[in-house]
């Protein structure tokens, strides 16, 4: 249920609205550019915005002197929870008069709280976390300005959460009138008995030929839906994360599909999402499961 909250004034609510762009802030001053990525998804998408932060106080404390009593810290972490959400929702209603804004106050551990939110929101925009806690909210927050030229990355395995990336990249592309790159990889792979690590071999070629097939397979229906966007592909072999660091490392968004067992659809759940989130130069989003 959403209601005002007496201490914030705009509406505060647990509950995600449906379709919203979910925007994470964790106090720092990089928070402004996912609040401005937010806004402008938004007035595009004709979405309401819902933006979150987490109040994690199950955390080691150590100093000495005396002991601070629990209840004056959760006071002051919720005192400057409520003046940051509302910094947030006025940058927000600035950038994009007219659209719904809502927000709320989290406790818990900020990676529960972005899969949870992930359940009704459109999408989740996410960026990197460079010298951060890991566990801050939503695993980070943007480091680099939104407003950056490039293209648009899509990180692609070849599973049906990568292949809605690939719809929603195209989307995106179309109204920002941007390229978008396709990014695949391999890294350690036995063709006819011998491991294709060797660029320019027969087998080495052979997976890039089959990785290759499998992205225009995919890529036939989103370019004709979206026959304005210019679409490339690059095969490479080497870690997948590292793969696709270094090809969005120029990139406007790089985006990502969720829910998958392994490989890139599986970011969300393992060491390569953790890694992408912690290190990616530019904005990520994530998207939901029914994006």
């Not at 995600?16 to 938004?42: C, F, H, K, T």
């Not at 459109?122 to 806690?133: D, F």
């Not at 071999?201 to 036939?220: C, F, N, T």
């Not at 304005?228 to 406007?252: C, H, M, P, W, Y």
């Amino acid at each position: 249920m959403t209601a005002q909250s007496p201490d914030l004034p705009y509406p505060s609510s647990a509950e995600v609205p449906a379709g919203a762009i979910v925007v994470g802030i964790d106090g720092r001053e990089e928070d402004a550019n996912a609040l401005d990525w937010a806004a402008a998804e938004a007035v595009s998408l004709g979405a309401p915005v819902h933006v979150i932060t987490a109040l994690d106080i199950d955390l080691p404390l150590a100093g000495g002197g005396e002991a601070v009593p629990m209840a004056l810290i959760e006071d002051a972490l919720d005192d400057d929870a409520t003046a940051r959400l509302e910094r947030a929702c006025a940058r927000v209603a600035e950038r994009a008069p007219g659209v719904p804004v809502t927000a709320y106050r989290s406790s818990g551990r900020a990676a529960r709280v972005l899969l949870d939110a992930s359940e009704r929101a459109r999408t989740v925009v996410l960026g990197s976390a460079r010298g951060g806690n890991l566990e801050r909210i939503l695993l980070g927050a943007t480091s680099t300005s939104v407003v950056a030229l490039g293209d648009i990355v899509v990180a692609f395995d070849d599973s049906p959460h990568s292949r809605a990336a690939l719809w929603y990249a195209a989307a995106t592309a179309e109204r920002l009138r941007v390229p978008v790159r396709v990014v695949s990889g391999w890294f350690l792979e036995v063709v006819d008995g011998v491991v294709a690590t060797t660029p320019g071999s027969p087998q080495y070629e052979k997976v890039k030929q089959r990785l290759h097939g499998s992205i225009d397979a995919a890529l036939e229906p989103v370019i004709a839906a979206h026959p304005d966007v210019a679409f490339t592909a690059v095969v490479k072999q080497g870690k997948i994360v590292d793969i696709v660091l270094a090809e969005s490392n120029d990139a406007r968004l790089l985006v990502l599909g969720t829910r998958g067992r392994g490989g890139i659809a599986g970011m969300l759940f393992g060491s390569v999402s953790r890694k992408v989130l912690q290190t990616a130069g530019v904005p990520v989003a994530v998207l939901s499961h029914g994006a």
